[in-house]
């Protein structure tokens, strides 16, 4: 079964510091997605950075960019620059390949990490 | 922000009452969802319908009933709810309902069942 793990349940940074927000998941399929989505307090969730299995490169948004180690199955979120509107929950997520074995889409987050950045 | 919308944005409602959320999409896409956000859990996928047939429905109680008239429309039509039905409840949509794209949210109904 397909999990994703984000094991820092709250985390603060200073303003214009980096941080690194961590994400571990297990997946039986070689290729595959990994989005990590920011829902600011009262506001929507929206995608920050999405990490493509087979692309070896790190994806880069702006102040954003993951570490991704396939071998390890870890998927962290570095935020350098930290702007006060960083301050959200991180979710970490694998998207289903496929239906599971009961036949259901298992859209995997993790259990999110919250973010505050500090002026 | 207008890319998917909810109302209403809050709800009390008691257990024998019943409700509709909607959720308004203005992305031009084919794929919509629901979802349950509870504190300390992580989301909980309950529909996804796909060019307006439900395509997945993940083991949902019966007190919960979706609807999709059309792609840029979805109800959840709510009735007989329990106290620990109590979340945020998130609509989302994405282009075609492909397992790898991208989601777009809207920003949720908080649902408080009495």
């Known amino acids: 079964a397909q999990t994703v793990t984000q094991s820092q349940p709250e985390m603060s940074v200073q303003e214009a510091e980096t941080v690194t927000l961590s994400c571990t998941y297990d997946?039986?399929?070689?290729?595959?997605?990994l989005f990590w989505y920011k829902q600011p307090p009262s506001r929507q969730m929206i995608l920050v950075i999405r990490?493509?299995?087979?692309?070896?490169q790190n994806a880069t948004e702006n102040r954003f960019s993951v570490n991704f180690q396939k071998a390890a199955k870890s998927f962290s979120l570095k935020i350098s620059d930290s702007q006060l509107g960083d301050t959200a929950m991180y979710f970490c997520?694998?998207?289903?390949?496929?239906?599971?074995?009961?036949?259901?889409?298992?859209?995997?987050f993790g259990t999110g990490t919250r973010l505050k950045v500090l002026a | 922000e207008t890319g998917v919308t909810q109302t209403p944005r809050h709800l009390v409602m008691g257990m024998t009452n019943k409700k509709s959320l909607k959720c308004e999409q203005h992305?031009?896409?084919?794929?919509m969802y629901w979802y349950k956000q509870s504190a300390k859990k992580p989301l909980e996928l309950m529909f996804v319908?796909?060019?307006?047939?439900?395509?997945e429905n993940n083991s949902v109680p019966s007190r919960f009933s979706p609807e999709c008239p059309n792609s840029s429309h979805l109800f959840l039509h709510l009735h007989t709810l329990q106290p620990e039905d109590s979340a945020l409840y998130l609509c989302?949509?994405?282009?075609?309902?492909?397992?790898?794209?991208?989601?777009?949210f809207g920003p949720g109904t908080r649902l408080l069942v009495l």
């Open positions: 989302a949509s994405s282009r075609s309902g492909g397992l790898q794209e991208t989601q777009y």
């Open positions: 997946t039986s399929e070689n290729n595959y997605y």
């Open positions: 990490q493509e299995a087979y692309k070896q």
């Open positions: 997520s694998l998207p289903p390949s496929d239906k599971t074995t009961s036949g259901t889409y298992k859209y995997i």
């Open positions: 992305l031009g896409h084919n794929a």
């Open positions: 319908y796909s060019l307006e047939e439900r395509v």
